[in-house]
Every structure is written in structure tokens, then in C-alpha cells.
């Protein structure tokens, strides 16, 4: 089973303005590193790392993603052991309009896993996972081709990836 994270935010700002304000100090910063490189590190771990009680670390990790700090602890699993083979960007030019309501239909879709809208034209690019030829050849068809507004659909399957990286940074 897939954890699609597409969510369309309409209170960005306010929620940018509330990050903006939460304090973050250095402890909360070294919790955030070591859950990025360890989601599943114990508060015990944290807490010996950060010579702080566990309840302190707890109270910090619990507000952390009460604020959205944190937005989800999840594992990245290989597609390929659910048969998904094809990894498949495509770069959608949309009416500008209809980019919203395009976006949501792609959203609704089992195969796509993410959707952004750029800032260049009005486009959308998407990233999608297939298990074959077939399917992505009726995701075109069936799927793609039936939102209004689409002009241009670019796609191209991934070969290899470098780099994957979910979590920031820094």
C-alpha cells in the first residue's frame, strides 16, 4: 500500500507565518537532524545524545510535529518489490486556469506520487509508477489525456537515480 503526500495547502501563508514564529533553538534542531537521518532512533538514543531526560526530548519531538515541523515519519520502500518497474516523469503544460483542477485529478491517481507546479510556464510535473508498459501506455490514454486543459504532455522514465532525498538538508 502507497502514502501519497499530495495535498494542496490554501492557507500557505498562515501556516508559513506560524513556522516562522515557532521557536526552533539548537535542541530542537540536533532532535530534527537525528530523525532525519534515523527516523526510527529511540527517545532513549535522543536523549542520551542530547543529555536530556526523555520527557524533555518527548515533549520537544510531540511539539515539533504538533506545529508541522514535522510532517510525517514514514519508510521509503523500493518500488520495485510492488512490481513497479517504470518511474516516469511528466511535465504537463496546462491552461492556467485549469492547473488546480488538474492537479487534483492527478492527485486522485494510484499511480502518481507527486505533483508540482512550476514556476516557468504554466506547468505541472508529475512523477508517476508503473508496473509495465501497458499500464503506463493506459495511464496516457485513459487518464492523462481526459484533463481539460492539458496542451502538451512531456514524459520520460527514470533510468537511474543519484540522488533521493525526502527529508531536508542542511
Known amino acids: 500500500m502507497f502514502v501519497r503526500m499530495c495535498a494542496f495547502m490554501t492557507a500557505t501563508q498562515v501556516k508559513e507565518k506560524e513556522l516562522s514564529e515557532l521557536a526552533i533553538d539548537e535542541i530542537d534542531r540536533k532532535i530534527l537532524d537525528m530523525i532525519r537521518s534515523d527516523a526510527r ?59 488546480e483542477e488538474a492537479a487534483k485529478k492527478l492527485c486522485a491517481y494510484s499511480e502518481v506520487m507527486r505533483v508540482y507546479e512550476l514556476t516557468n510556464s504554466p506547468e505541472l510535473h508529475v512523477h508517476a509508477l508503473f508496473t509495465d508498459n501497458h ?34 538538508t542542511i
Not at 63 to 75: D, H, N, T, W
Not at 137 to 161: A, D
Open 41 to 99: 532512533i529511540s527517545l532513549t538514543s535522543m536523549s542520551k545524545k542530547l543529555r536530556h531526560s526523555k520527557s524533555a526530548v518527548k515533549y520537544r519531538l510531540d511539539r515539533l510535529v504538533r506545529s508541522g515541523v514535522i510532517r510525517s515519519f514514514f519508510a521509503l520502500v523500493d518500488s520495485a518489490v510492488y512490481g513497479l518497474k517504470l518511474s516516469v516523469v511528466f511535465d504537463l503544460t496546462i491552461e492556467p486556469q485549469m492547473i
Open 135 to 168: 499500464q503506463l501506455e493506459h495511464f496516457i490514454h485513459n487518464k492523462l489525456y481526459t484533463i481539460k486543459g492539458i496542451h502538451v504532455i512531456k514524459s520520460g522514465m527514470i533510468m537511474k537515480r543519484y540522488k533521493t532525498e525526502l527529508s531536508l
